[in-house]
Nanobody, 125 residues
Framework: QVQLVESGGGLVQAGGSLRLSCVDS????????MGWFRQAPGKERDFVAA????????TYADSVKGRFTISADAAQATVYLQMNSLKPEDTAVYYC??????????????????WGQGTQVTVSS
């Protein structure tokens, strides 16, 4: 059974960094792409970044390109989101997801079958 568990959220000042982790505790690997999405209060959930396990190819939202880095450790069944130069507008609940997609299709929520419970990231100005 796939169970995705996020961690690493918290409160940080603008310009600071956080690293989010998402572990597939079931180690089922019933998907070949992992994505991060985020939802700010009163807004829809938006794509942040995605990675394909097997080839390591990554995709980023324009708003985070150059500041965030997604990476994966298959041996640990874990995907990471390194967030640098954080801005107050990055404040949101961050979710990881597992799905079957490639390229720009990984930007769509509908491509993901498995979701974590979310972790709060708050960036103060």
């Amino acid at each position: 059974q796939v169970q995705l568990v996020e961690s690493g959220g918290g409160l940080v000042q603008a310009g600071g960094s956080l690293r989010l982790s998402c572990v597939d505790s079931g180690r089922t690997f019933n998907y070949y792409a992992m994505g991060w999405f985020r939802q700010a209060p009163g807004k829809e959930r938006d794509f942040v970044a995605a990675i394909r396990w097997s080839v390591g190819r990554t995709t980023y939202a324009d708003s985070v390109k150059g500041r965030f880095t997604i990476s994966a450790d298959a041996a640990q069944a874990t995907v990471y989101l390194q967030m640098n130069s954080l801005k107050p507008e990055d404040t949101a609940v961050y979710y990881c997801a597992g799905g079957y997609c490639s390229g720009n299709a990984c930007r769509e929520e509908s491509q993901y079958d498995y979701w974590g419970q979310g972790t709060q990231v708050t960036v103060s100005s």
